[in-house]
C-alpha cells in the first residue's frame, strides 16, 4: 500500500523561479494529507497530478506566511469544483478566525463542511488524528513564534499466525481470531504457548516526520526517534550558524546531527534560503553527518516501502 510523501515546496520565505514555498503531500493508501500549504500550493498540486478530491486533511506548522497563505486559494478552488466532502485544518488556535474571515469575504456559499482543530502550542508530543490506518501525533518545535511538528505512523497491523504451528498445535479455527488479538493459546496438556511464539507481524509500521521551522534542539530527536523518513528544514549552511540562530532556523549540519540523534532511516532537507542558488553544499554539509540525505526538489516523491519482517 502506497506510503509516500510528495514535495511541492522546498523554499523559506522567498520564492524563487524554481522553488515554491513549504508544502508537502503526504499519500496514506491513496489518501491525501497536505502539510503545511505555501502560496501556490494548490498549481503544485495540478502540476503533480495529485488528485484534489482525495485530499483530506491539512496540517499547518505554524503562522508564518511562506506555510499558510495558499489555503485560501486552495479552499476557493475545491469550492468551485464543486467539492461536497469535509475538509480538516489542523492549526494554531490564532488561525481560526483569520481562517473564517478569509472564506467569508472570499468564498461565498461555501458547498462543503471545514472542521478546526486546534494544535496546542508549547505541549509534549499528542495525538492529533487516529483512525483503523493512521496516527499524526504533533510536537513542539523551537522557532520564533509556536510552531508544531508532525509524525504520520502507519498503525501496526494485524499479526499472522505462523502457519506450522498451527499444524504443529493442531489449533482450531475458534481459537485463530483470539491469537490475532493477543491471546495466548493453551495446550490440552496445560502447556501456554505464548502469543508471541505463535505469531508474527508481515511488516513493522512506516512513519514521516515533518520538521519545519526550527533551530537546533536536542530533545527533537526523541520526538522523532527511529522514523523511516524524516524532513528537517535546513535553511542555512553552517557558515551562517549565528543568523539561523538568531532566526529560529537550522543549519544543514543542525539537521544532520538530530537525524544521526535520533537513528532515522533517511533524512531529507529542505526550506533552503533564497540566497542559495545552488544547493549542492547544503547537500554535502548534512552528508557528512548522516550520509543518507537528499536534498528537496519540488515533485520529488519519497516512498517508504514496506519493512518486510523476515521470519
Not at 515554491?20 to 494548490?42: K, Y
Not at 492549526?91 to 458547498?111: G, R, T, V, Y
Amino acid at each position: 500500500m502506497t506510503f509516500s510523501v510528495t514535495i511541492l515546496g522546498s523554499s523559506s520565505a522567498l520564492p524563487t523561479s524554481k522553488r515554491f514555498p513549504a508544502a508537502h503531500v503526504f499519500n496514506t493508501h491513496e489518501r491525501l494529507f497536505l502539510v503545511d500549504c505555501g502560496e501556490g500550493t494548490q498549481i503544485q498540486l495540478r502540476k503533480y497530478k495529485l488528485k484534489l478530491s482525495r485530499l483530506e486533511r491539512i496540517f499547518i506548522s505554524h503562522l508564518h506566511g511562506d506555510h499558510v497563505l495558499g489555503i485560501f486559494g486552495l479552499i476557493s478552488t475545491l469550492n468551485l469544483l464543486g467539492r461536497k466532502a469535509p475538509l480538516a485544518i489542523y492549526a494554531h488556535q490564532e488561525f481560526e478566525p483569520i481562517l473564517n474571515k478569509n472564506i467569508n469575504f472570499f468564498i461565498k456559499n461555501l458547498q462543503f463542511a471545514i472542521s478546526f482543530i486546534p494544535i496546542e502550542a508549547n505541549q509534549k508530543k499528542s495525538i492529533l488524528f487516529e483512525d483503523q490506518q493512521i496516527i499524526v501525533e504533533t510536537f513542539p518545535l523551537k522557532h520564533r513564534i509556536p510552531c508544531n511538528g508532525f509524525i504520520f505512523r502507519e498503525k501496526e497491523k494485524t499479526p499472522n499466525i505462523k502457519k506450522h504451528l498451527i499444524e504443529k498445535y493442531c489449533i482450531p479455527l475458534s481459537e485463530i481470531v483470539r491469537i490475532k488479538q493477543g491471546a495466548n493459546f493453551t495446550l490440552p496438556t496445560g502447556k501456554v504457548i505464548p502469543n508471541s511464539e505463535l505469531t508474527y507481524l508481515s511488516s513493522s509500521p512506516r512513519s514521516y516526520a515533518y520538521c519545519s521551522d526550527t533551530m537546533f534542539f536536542s530533545k527533537l530527536a526523541e520526538y522523532v526517534k527511529n522514523v523511516d523518513l524524516l524532513y528537517h528544514e535546513a535553511t542555512f549552511g553552517s557558515e551562517m550558524a549565528s543568523l539561523a540562530k538568531q532566526t529560529g532556523h537550522s543549519t544543514a549540519s543542525d539537521a544532520a546531527k538530530i537525524a544521526s540523534l535520533a537513528k532515522v532511516k533517511k533524512l531529507v532537507i529542505g526550506h533552503f534560503s533564497s540566497r542559495y542558488k545552488d544547493i549542492d553544499p547544503l547537500l554535502t554539509e548534512a552528508q557528512q553527518i548522516f550520509p543518507n540525505t537528499s536534498a528537496a526538489t519540488e515533485g520529488d516523491i519519497f516512498k517508504i516501502e514496506a519493512n518486510r519482517v523476515k521470519l
